[in-house]
Structure formats: C-alpha cells, structure tokens
Nanobody, 121 residues
Framework: QVQLVESGGGLVQAGGSLRLSCAAS????????MAWYRQAPGKQRELVATITSGGSTNYADSVKGRFTISRDNAKNTVYLQMNSLKPEDAAVYYC???????????????WGQGTLVTVSS
C-alpha cells in the first residue's frame, strides 16, 4: 500500500509565498508522473502543474511564471513552490502521483488528502 502525505498549506497574504510538499511512502517500486491539482469552493478540480519522472514540467496558464513544481526522487516527494500568490489561488491543493507498487507489481494513481491554501487580499 502507498500513502501520500501533504503539508505546507496555510494562510498567506496576497503577494506572498508558500511551498507545498507531498511525500509518498509504502510499497513503492517506482514513481511516474507527479502532479498538483486544486479545487476552490464551488469549482471543479483543476490541474495546476505536472512533472514527469524525467523532470519535464507543465503548468496551467494561470500559474505560469509564479509556481514551480519539482521532485526529489530520493525522497519520493513532489513540491510546489507558489510565489506571488493571488486571492484566486485559494483552494484545497491535492497531489496526484502515478506509482508502480511492489507485490503485486501494478500501476496506480494515488491522491493526497489535500492541503488548504488561503490567500488574503
């Protein structure tokens, strides 16, 4: 079994920064693509950023130039550095990881529990 534990959310003023972390643990054979999504109240969950196992990244237009996704494969962790935060960035942020588990060897997509980001204007 594989679990994801997210941390780093909180309250920040507009223009401020936060760094989210999502650590995977358990029966991991390998980690594939990792991503961050967010869901604001009354809105659908949206993709924020992705990073492949090779380190290629993609971002939603709304966060390009402000957010940076990165990963530490040795720590099985993905990060989201969020700078110049805006009130419209406020949401619950979820990490999503493609993982190949051991015993049995099988691919799964796993979600974190979510971490709340609040941005005051």
């Amino acid at each position: 079994q594989v679990q994801l534990v997210e941390s780093g959310g909180g309250l920040v003023q507009a223009g401020g920064s936060l760094r989210l972390s999502c650590a995977a643990s358990g029966s991991i054979f390998s980690l594939n693509a990792m991503a961050w999504y967010r869901q604001a109240p009354g809105k659908q969950r949206e993709l924020v950023a992705t990073i492949t196992s090779g380190g290629s990244t993609n971002y939603a237009d709304s966060v390009k130039g402000r957010f940076t996704i990165s990963r530490d494969n040795a720590k099985n962790t993905v990060y989201l550095q969020m700078n110049s935060l805006k009130p419209e960035d406020a949401a619950v942020y979820y990490c999503n990881v493609g993982v190949v588990t051991e015993f049995p060897l099988r691919y799964r997509e796993i979600w974190g529990q979510g971490t709340l980001v609040t941005v005051s204007s």
